[in-house]
């Protein structure tokens, strides 16, 4: 489970530098540093928890079950915060990609993030296509369309248009 965790850690932190252009809270990286030092944890936990049974030590036996029951404790506290903020979460998130695909014009460093993430993704807006019709962008494009970057893989003569949003 500890190997599992830093994996999952590890990969998060990795992951975020390609979308830490939609995360503005200072504390984005907060989940996966303390998914780190929860791996270490419980690695030391297992490890006395192994001792404790080759030894046969009803004390240390005792200490790790009362070291997993804290660890249960504070999953089931997490998994409620974590649904009680869910809305919150969804609404930041969703304020913060609305004011990067505001800025993207096909050039600067915000626009490579979003055309990223679309391609990642599959996906084109923040909810659908429409969103990109009250970006400047589309605005200024004047051809009623999205960036390439919103076409579906594998269709060759996608112009982004919108009067052809099976494309899209």
């Given at each position: 489970?500890?190997?599992?965790?830093?994996?999952?850690?590890?990969?998060?932190?990795?992951t975020y530098q390609s979308?830490?252009?939609?995360?503005?809270?200072?504390?984005?990286?907060?989940?996966?540093?303390?998914?780190?030092?929860?791996?270490?944890?419980?690695?030391?936990?297992?490890?006395?928890?192994?001792?404790?049974?080759?030894?046969?030590?009803?004390?240390?036996?005792?200490?790790?079950?009362?070291?997993?029951?804290?660890?249960?404790?504070?999953?089931?506290?997490?998994?409620?915060?974590?649904?009680?903020?869910?809305?919150?979460?969804?609404t930041d998130v969703q304020?913060?990609?609305?004011?990067?695909?505001?800025?993207?014009?096909?050039?600067?460093?915000?626009?490579?993030?979003?055309?990223?993430?679309?391609?990642?993704?599959?996906?084109?807006?923040?909810?659908?296509?429409?969103?990109?019709?009250?970006?400047?962008?589309?605005n200024s494009t004047g051809?009623?369309?999205?960036?390439?970057?919103?076409?579906?893989?594998?269709?060759?003569?996608?112009?982004?248009?919108?009067?052809?949003?099976?494309?899209?």
């Amino acid at each position: 489970a500890a190997a599992g965790l830093s994996y999952v850690g590890a990969y998060v932190i990795s992951t975020y530098q390609s979308y830490d252009n939609f995360l503005t809270d200072k504390y984005a990286l907060l989940p996966p540093v303390i998914i780190l030092c929860v791996a270490v944890i419980m690695f030391m936990i297992g490890l006395i928890g192994c001792c404790a049974t080759f030894r046969e030590s009803r004390v240390g036996l005792g200490l790790f079950l009362a070291i997993i029951l804290v660890i249960f404790i504070a999953e089931v506290s997490a998994f409620v915060l974590g649904f009680v903020f869910r809305e919150k979460v969804k609404t930041d998130v969703q304020g913060t990609m609305s004011s990067v695909f505001e800025k993207y014009d096909g050039k600067n460093p915000e626009s490579t993030v979003v055309d990223y993430l679309q391609k990642q993704l599959y996906c084109c807006g923040v909810k659908n296509y429409s969103d990109w019709a009250t970006t400047q962008w589309f605005n200024s494009t004047g051809n009623n369309s999205v960036p390439l970057s919103c076409c579906r893989e594998g269709m060759k003569n996608c112009t982004g248009s919108l009067d052809q949003p099976q494309e899209l």
